[in-house]
């Protein structure tokens, strides 16, 4: 299981939200490319980054601090988030060196858009299940939909999806635990491998992920825990490497 620090990007800063909300933000750095730099030191194997601008404005605001973090570390995967929705922008970023995009809201208002990008893009695209009490939410989170993850994530179970980030709104942000539970079933209900986010607080929501990788957990995004040192990447990775 991998251990993926999250880089979060508002107006060119590496911030945290609680529950996604644009106005109870945390700033950790205004150096995104040296945050990416402290958790390549640590052993990160994977980073996860998302634009929260361009999840609310529907197209790329920070793209080009994301172009400078893959520039600078080429070797290192990486995955992007929001403001994904067509098919320029995702060309865009793997040409600028990232190694897979995530589709949110896209997916749900246009699920063909996903099946034609797995065509277009075979092997980068990640989709990204935002959840609220089991429901899909969109837009920067500002909206909650009526579609269900589990049938979302059902949807797309033969398209070539690479990954599903799941992430548990409630708990994101809030350094309250996983949702070990939810994540699960999102596992068992598709064949692809599911990331966990949201709520990651210290080693023992690690351990209770872990326990349960064998179902179709890949890895776990982790945030405000790993900038406010409740967790360690190095630790963490050190413990599934043994662990798996």
């Known amino acids: 299981m991998l251990i993926i620090p999250a880089i979060d990007l508002k107006d060119g800063q590496c911030v ?18 040296a945050m990416a730099g402290r958790w390549v030191e640590k052993g990160a194997r994977r980073l996860h980054l998302v634009d929260l601008n361009g999840a609310f404005a529907g197209e790329p605001v920070n793209g ?22 067509t098919a320029e922008t995702i060309s865009a970023y793997l040409d600028a060196g990232v190694d897979y ?3 949110g809201t896209k997916a749900v208002q246009e699920p063909d858009f996903v099946t034609a990008m797995c065509k277009a893009f ?16 969109t837009d920067g989170w500002a909206e909650v939909s009526s579609v269900k993850a589990i049938d979302l994530a059902r949807r797309f179970e033969r398209d070539g999806v690479s990954a599903i980030v799941y992430t548990d709104i409630e708990r994101d ?9 939810a ?24 351990h209770r992920l872990q326990a349960v990788a064998q179902e179709g957990i890949l890895g776990a ?18 413990f599934c490497d043994q662990a798996g």
């Open 221 to 238: 995004i982790t945030g405000r825990a790993i900038y406010e040192g409740t967790l360690d990447v190095r630790e963490a990775q050190a």
């Open 122 to 137: 075979p092997g980068h695209i990640i989709v990204g299940i935002d959840a609220k009490a089991g429901q899909v939410a």
């Open 16 to 33: 945290r939200l609680r529950q996604g909300r644009m106005e109870d933000s945390t700033s950790f750095s205004d150096d995104p490319v």
């Open 64 to 85: 080009e601090v994301v172009k400078a973090i893959a520039a600078k570390y080429p070797d290192l995967p990486i995955q992007i988030g929001g403001g994904i929705r």
């Open 173 to 181: 942000g809030m350094m309250q635990g996983v949702n070990v539970e």
């Open 183 to 206: 994540t699960v079933a999102i596992a068992k209900a598709s064949p692809i491998p599911v990331i966990a986010s949201g709520g990651i607080t210290n080693m023992d929501d690690i």
């Open 101 to 103: 995009v995530i589709i």
